[in-house]
């Protein structure tokens, strides 16, 4: 795959998204979103991906937010279309893979940076990192998710004082808020994130993108998801994966699941 402001490899099953914009801090614009849509839609398509990682380039960034050089002139109408489109194309579409996604957090994870990592299904992080929504010290608030995922994630109280302050957080903070699951140092990083991929990879991809929709659906208003649960539950005993887990307990071997 060849992109102008992402890079993309595969090793072994896992995919690494490497956002590439260091000179401008890896900054969301319009042309780097697009290319981030098409790399996860590729990936999540290739049964041969079973975990994918994204990070940013240079030891700075993470991603330093959108690129504010593309919106600062837009509209009320144009507002809430670059919100929508982001969310639908990005935002949640990374949410509701299928597909586990690490975010790889190394350094600054700002405004639509941190919204990226927050849509991620967890999040580790160098000890350098930092992470906040700065959108209010600019006149306007996060657009790409910020104020629905901060609250799932550090609780309402801890999110309000990170919206309205507009402050940054340390990677410490945030791992004991509950932001990041991990923080390592910078060399560490990737490391430790493809050490979690492995430890995903082992496992079976049917019943883990069975278990991503079961806990997201604990957060979608009108869904319930106990029910979600009890039918991707009921789903697993028709799957190859589920066969061959449970014979291989029961011959005290390793499981070889075919993925199906
Ligand atoms: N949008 C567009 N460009 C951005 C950007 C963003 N969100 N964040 C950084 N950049 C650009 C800077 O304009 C600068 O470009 P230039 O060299 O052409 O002038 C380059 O990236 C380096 O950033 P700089 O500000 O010089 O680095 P710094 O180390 O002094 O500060 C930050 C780092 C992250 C504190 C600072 O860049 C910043 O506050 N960025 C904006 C964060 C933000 O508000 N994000 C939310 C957007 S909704």
């Given at each position: 795959m060849n992109f102008e402001n992402i890079l993309v490899t595969i090793s072994n099953g896992l995919a690494t998204i490497t956002i590439n914009r260091p000179k401008k801090l890896n900054a969301l614009n319009k042309i780097t979103i697009e290319e981030l849509h098409t790399a996860f839609e590729a990936l999540e398509d290739d049964s041969d991906v079973k975990t994918i990682m994204i990070t940013g380039s240079g030891e700075k960034a993470f991603v330093a937010g959108a690129d504010i050089s593309e919106f600062a002139h837009f509209s009320v109408k144009e507002g809430a279309e670059l919100a929508r489109k982001g969310q639908e194309s990005l935002f949640d579409f990374v949410e509701n893979l299928s597909t586990p996604v690490i975010a790889a957090v190394n350094g600054f994870a700002l405004g639509g940076g941190l919204e990226l990592a927050m849509a991620c299904h967890f999040r580790v992080?160098?000890?350098?990192?930092?992470?906040?929504?700065?959108?209010?010290?600019?006149?306007?608030?996060?657009?790409?998710?910020?104020?629905?995922?901060?609250?799932?994630?550090?609780?309402?109280?801890?999110?309000?004082e990170m919206v309205m302050t507009a402050g940054m957080i340390s990677a410490e903070e945030a791992k004991d808020s509950g932001l990041v699951n991990h923080v390592t140092t910078l060399e560490e990083l990737m490391p430790l994130a493809e050490k979690l991929a492995g430890k995903i990879m082992r496992n079976s991809s049917v019943a883990i993108s069975a278990a991503i929709k079961a806990v997201n659906d604990n957060f979608k208003d009108g869904i319930n998801g106990f029910e979600t649960e009890i039918s991707e539950f009921g789903n697993c005993f028709g799957t190859d994966d589920f066969k061959e887990g449970t014979t291989a307990f029961l011959e005290k071997r390793k499981p070889n699941f075919p993925g199906v």
């Open positions: 992080a160098s000890d350098n990192a930092k992470m906040g929504l700065p959108e209010v010290s600019l006149g306007v608030i996060p657009g790409y998710g910020g104020t629905q995922r901060l609250p799932q994630l550090v609780g309402k109280g801890k999110a309000m």
